[in-house]
């Protein structure tokens, strides 16, 4: 299997648009202390030439262009990506289907409440004789047809921020369901899981991920609290569906015991300071065993046994 | 006034994600008979300081990154774009609001028929609270505030793509009214033109720009029927609501005679060979008084005029 991490960053991208945080001046300085990133995607294939996209981002357009696996192979019109599986219906995670639009066949894989936000408005765009919409249950194993099956599980986490009520006592946080889900890229018995978005640690959680061959692993903030204490924002990570590498609730600790040949974070906002080479959370968080993903991050696990 | 040209691409940009014609193989090999373009949009400013920018391309994060001009100038949140104008719905003049999300006040400038596409749905993601959507009448001038009005006015055009029937007989092309229109930049009596996509030349647009300093226009084919000489659409570009630079009825010949002091190409589409620096289509459309526009030209016309 290889894998391929498109964009490691998480909504926004490193450096994001608005945003002058202490990482945002280093990415728009091009200063070696941290790479820029584009959002969080990972590009999966067995045989290296069929690839399906788990995320299609805003970037989606870069991130093709920055990766020769992803390049058309063949005039006038072809693509390697053979099929897309959007894990939530966030921005981050759909609005790169707007970039795939006109002439080229592909599957767009989705729980019905994510598929949802992918139809109407501008997405009809897609080209609905030739882009094949294919709504999946939780827990349903998909055959993609490439090799692998891939499998969506309900993680804790929330509705799109552009589906929240604005009154916030009405926004349920931490609901497991349809609206995020963690993927299962099975191969045989050998398993893989990308799951950008989880807002905690859950028993059953740590039981799925026993014996897993790499995890993707949702790296949003080091701390909880960091865009608040930033003055970025007045949002915890929990808050946004996510969770911190560090604590006692963390995600470092709470993957500790679990038997996990490589983990890695992506989906990295751009407030973490383990984003810079330099800094000790790297360190902290590479001492306990994780990579910080980077964007063109490639692992073949055929070479990987060899 | 101060003009950058962010993208100078039609929809989709160059290379396209799932073509391989001759100019995308060339950009995606990095070959020097040509360079890489984002999607089209220009951004506008009178103080190098506040900008306005034309279309809101899915490039957008890409485009502010690659020109300091619109890179956040202190920290924690800003931007230098304090505005943006949408000429038409189509996903290359839209999507790129989806990335000016989150905590920074902008506004929003389009036809009501066009502000009706940029509503509901993902689009709920821009913030109620901070972006300020301004419905323009055609041929109302808007004062920026930023020492200059732009005024939208019709140009023959079409709906968007994903708009159409797909009863191809009901789809009314070359169309005057709000789906489409040309932009007029006006610092005093000095008037300067962005007009994305134009179906044909009339008498009545040819009037207008008599004048003008400058005219960023439609070059998105080089002949109207190239794309289907070159298997990359059953289209012509009168079709897709675009001019041809070429011809009888092309955009070089049909203003020829009328006084403009720049005049220069954006919206170039993939397969026009005028992309190509070593081309005759490029000597011949240059020696016609036209520059092929690229992304980051800057025109400063106060050094112009010094």
């Known amino acids: 299997m290889q894998f391929l991490i498109l964009g490691s960053a998480a909504g926004g991208g490193l450096p994001q648009w608005n945003c002058l945080?202490?990482?945002?001046?280093?990415?728009y300085r091009r200063d070696g202390r941290?790479?820029?990133?584009?959002?969080?995607?990972?590009?999966?294939?067995?045989?290296?030439?069929?690839?399906?996209?788990?995320?299609a981002t805003p970037d989606l357009r870069q991130q093709i262009i920055s990766n020769p696996e992803l390049h058309p192979k063949?005039?006038?019109?072809?693509?390697?990506?053979?099929?897309?599986?959007?894990?939530?219906?966030?921005?981050?995670?759909?609005?790169?289907?707007l970039v795939m639009r006109e002439m080229q066949p592909f599957a767009l894989f989705a729980t019905r409440s994510v598929m949802a936000h992918t139809e109407g408005g501008v997405f009809g765009v897609l080209n609905a004789d030739l882009v094949q919409r294919r709504p999946i249950a939780l827990d349903e194993?998909?055959?993609?047809?490439?090799?692998?099956?891939?499998?969506?599980?309900?993680?804790?986490?929330?509705?799109?921020?552009y589906m929240?009520?604005?009154n916030e006592a009405e926004i349920e946080l931490g609901a497991e369901g349809e609206s995020t889900v963690g993927l299962e890229i099975r191969d045989g018995d050998r398993r893989f899981y990308y799951i950008p978005s989880c807002a905690r640690m859950t028993d059953a959680l740590r039981k799925r991920l026993e014996g897993a061959e790499i995890l993707f692993f949702d790296g949003t903030t080091f701390e909880d609290d960091e865009m608040i204490r930033q003055g970025l924002s007045p949002k915890t990570a929990w808050r946004m569906g996510h969770m911190a590498m560090n604590g006692e609730r963390g995600s470092v600790r709470t993957l500790a015991d679990v038997d996990i040949g490589q983990r890695i974070?992506?989906?990295?906002?751009?407030?973490?300071?383990?984003l810079r080479h330099d800094s000790a959370e790297r360190r902290q968080v590479e001492?306990?065993?994780?990579?910080?993903?980077h964007d063109g991050l490639r692992i073949d696990t055929a070479e990987a046994r060899s």
């Open 21 to 27: 945080c202490e990482n945002c001046r280093l990415a």
């Open 34 to 55: 941290l790479t820029a990133r584009t959002q969080c995607s990972v590009a999966v294939s067995a045989d290296g030439e069929n690839w399906v996209v788990l995320s």
């Open 74 to 97: 063949c005039a006038p019109r072809h693509s390697p990506i053979k099929a897309v599986f959007a894990p939530n219906g966030d921005i981050d995670n759909i609005a790169g289907l």
């Open 141 to 161: 194993s998909v055959d993609t047809g490439l090799g692998f099956t891939i499998t969506a599980f309900a993680t804790p986490g929330k509705i799109p921020l």
């Open 164 to 166: 929240e009520s604005r």
């Open 265 to 274: 974070f992506v989906h990295i906002n751009n407030s973490n300071p383990a």
């Open 287 to 293: 001492a306990a065993g994780w990579r910080i993903g």
